[in-house]
């Protein structure tokens, strides 16, 4: 079925995914600082904000706004106080400081907004921040004080990213620094990623932008592969195949690798969730659970770190891991989260999927902000009331997509917004993106 006549025929389905939605804004709502605004990473006391959460929960106030969720007065209120902190926090070198250069730390105190655990200046994370930033600017769009006061720091804030430095003087953007040790060896240059977004942004900065050769560089690397029948570019992890089309709609637009291919990102992501669906139901490591609805391997929250005798087997499990298939790692854990995120992809499969996780498994308890995190049929736990091993956590990098996804699936109120981003427009130009709608716009 195509994806309006999915909509059309949703009947009781559109109340569970709008009840999903309304649960699961909760988290953004429950786990922001008063003060700062910052959005824990996760609900566990103590626990440091997420830049990347934060930037999440931008864009899930705005789409709150737009689907009735929650009143504009409220949602620009959370906005503006977000955008204050990080206009108004320290950049600089310093060790504690909040960032540096534009972009910022991975973990920040919730209270002080500083930066905390010797972490990382992610540019990953920082990017995901922007696009959260660059959402907001976007929605408050009237002349009332405050909406153009938000607008004005947001376009400090994304003016200031220097992503031209963030190459290090290479072709392609490294994954962070450290005041006390530079920047990490690691960088996005290799493999199919989550760095579409990090690039489009870099590449339409008005300011600092890099060089699009970088792009084309990281693109060339990415790998063609066949499994369960499926052509497509291989990632294991299924948020991969996710977290830059919270922003972008890359359906009917094609770079140099798609045209080479002969598909785009999003029918690309289709692909990559059929095969995880494929995957579970083939089961090559024989774990509890696995079926044509109960799928979803990213990275998540795990049993772990313990190993333990399996039916004469020993095996291992893990804790926060960034699962994958068919290659692994693969313990038995499953995420319902990532099979949400996949809505706007395969509608069929993953409605199917998310009945199956809340009518029969349970896994949307109360109070628990929507959908248990992650589960584990095969790690047996001394509950008898449950079957295997339920996540107690949630992780705002799991929350954010489900309202995002479910809101693009339904209405594309994300992707239309940011297509009105010159920033975003001129990325993807740049990066040598055509057809669909950049020819139609542009």
Not at 62 to 85: D, H, W, Y
Not at 338 to 357: G, N
Not at 416 to 440: C, N, V, Y
């Amino acid at each position: 079925m195509k994806r309006e006549e999915i909509i059309n025929a949703l009947g009781s389905d559109q109340k569970m995914l709008t009840q999903l939605q309304y649960e699961t804004l909760s988290y953004f709502l429950n786990m922001a600082d008063e003060q700062t605004g910052l959005i824990a990473d996760k609900n566990e006391p103590g626990s440091p904000a997420s830049i990347a959460a934060t930037g999440l929960g931008l864009s899930c106030f705005v789409t709150a706004v737009s689907s009735g969720m929650m009143p504009r007065e409220n949602a620009l209120e959370s906005c503006l106080k977000i955008i204050r902190f990080f206009a108004e926090s320290e950049q600089s070198k310093a060790v504690d400081a909040t960032g540096y250069k534009g972009f910022y730390y991975h973990f920040l105190d919730m209270k002080s907004g500083r930066r905390v655990w010797k972490c990382e200046l992610s540019t990953i994370d920082s990017a995901i921040l922007i696009a959260g930033i660059l959402s907001a600017s976007l929605f408050f769009n009237n002349d009332k004080k405050e909406e153009k006061e938000l607008r004005e720091l947001a376009e400090l804030l994304c003016n200031r990213v220097d992503w031209k430095w963030a190459t290090a003087r290479k072709e392609s953007l490294c994954h962070g620094w450290k005041p006390e040790t530079g920047f990490l060896k690691t960088r996005w240059d290799r493999h199919y990623s989550e760095a579409h977004i990090a690039y489009i942004l870099a590449l339409g900065s008005p300011t600092h932008p890099i060089p699009a050769a970088c792009y084309q560089a990281w693109i060339s690397t990415f790998e063609w592969m066949q499994l369960y029948d499926t052509e497509y570019i291989y990632a294991g992890p299924l948020f991969v195949h996710q977290m830059s089309q919270l922003w972008l709609d890359f359906s009917g637009i094609r770079d140099a690798q798609n045209e080479k291919w002969n598909l785009d990102y999003f029918e690309n992501s289709r692909r990559a969730t059929c095969v995880q669906r494929r995957y579970a139901m083939d089961n090559p490591h024989e774990w509890e659970g696995y079926s044509e609805y109960d799928w979803g391997f990213t990275a998540s929250d795990g049993p772990g770190p313990k190993r333990r005798m399996i039916k004469g087997k020993s095996r291992n499990f893990y804790a926060y891991k960034e699962r994958g298939v068919p290659f692994g790692p693969d313990d038995g854990t499953i995420s319902p989260w990532s099979v949400v995120a996949s809505l706007p992809f395969a509608p069929d499969i993953v409605l199917e999927s998310l009945r199956h996780f809340i009518e029969h498994l349970a896994l949307k308890r109360e109070g628990n902000w929507g959908l248990d995190s992650s589960y584990n049929p095969s790690f047996h736990t001394k509950d008898k009331k449950i079957a295997g091993w339920i996540s107690s956590l949630q992780f705002g990098l799991n929350q954010g997509p489900i309202i995002l996804m479910i809101e693009n699936f339904r209405t594309k109120f994300l992707w239309k917004l940011m297509k009105h981003s010159p920033q975003i427009t001129s990325g993807l130009k740049r990066a040598g993106f055509k057809g669909g709608w950049i020819d139609e716009h542009f």
